[in-house]
């Protein structure tokens, strides 16, 4: 989370002194001030940041934050992303995610006729897994957020295994007590194949 407070310290970020220090109180809370020190996989934490970021950044500010900032990003898998792009590099865009899905164990992302893709995913750690373990009885406030980081996550890797430019479009959040396969659908915009 330091390199998310760094983000938002940015101008272009549009988050104002008064809203920054809302988080930093959030950091310094939980850990007596020092930020370098952060532990991010801290459940009280995580949750308290994330409500944060819901309740008082747009969706956009958020998106554009996950967007680099995104939960599992660099997450030693890079190499490995970085050949499938370079070996693949070649192939029609519909064709490297059919191969994505296969070489990487995830979910086939679906090339939309709008320029979009959409993964339908669930994630196995963070919120679906405390809710899976029965911690929470019911998702919390704002749970879409939380889902939001994990959309940048999987930007992160569809942008480097298939070689283009994606911006998060929409997080679209299923009761978990409807779909446990797939309770999230990621919506990403092409900016370039």
């Known amino acids: 989370m330091t390199g998310m407070l760094r983000e938002m310290k940015k101008k272009k970020s549009g988050i104002s002194v008064d809203v920054m220090s809302i988080f930093e109180g959030i950091a310094q809370r939980y850990n007596g001030g020092d930020l370098a020190g952060l532990n991010c996989f801290q459940p009280e934490w995580d949750d308290e940041f994330c409500q944060a970021m819901s309740n008082h950044l747009t969706k956009e500010q958020r998106f554009k934050l996950y967007e680099t900032q995104g939960g599992c990003n ?31 164990g995830r979910c086939k992302p679906v090339l939309n006729d709008d320029n979009t893709l959409t993964l339908a995913f669930k994630c196995s750690h963070g919120y679906y897994k405390r809710a899976s373990e029965g911690k929470y ?57």
Do not use: W
């Not at 050949?83 to 070489?103: I, K, Q, V, Y």
């Open 74 to 104: 660099g997450t030693g898998a890079d190499k490995e992303r970085r050949a499938f792009a370079t070996e693949h590099a070649h192939l029609a865009l519909d064709e490297r995610m059919a191969l994505f899905s296969d070489a990487f």
């Open 137 to 193: 009885t019911s998702p919390p406030p704002n749970v879409e957020g939380y889902f939001e980081r994990c959309a940048g996550g999987r930007l992160y890797e569809l942008q480097k295994a298939l070689g283009i430019g994606l911006k998060i479009k929409s997080v679209d959040v299923t009761p978990l007590t409807e779909n446990v396969n797939n309770p999230v659908v990621f919506t990403f915009e092409i900016l370039d194949k």
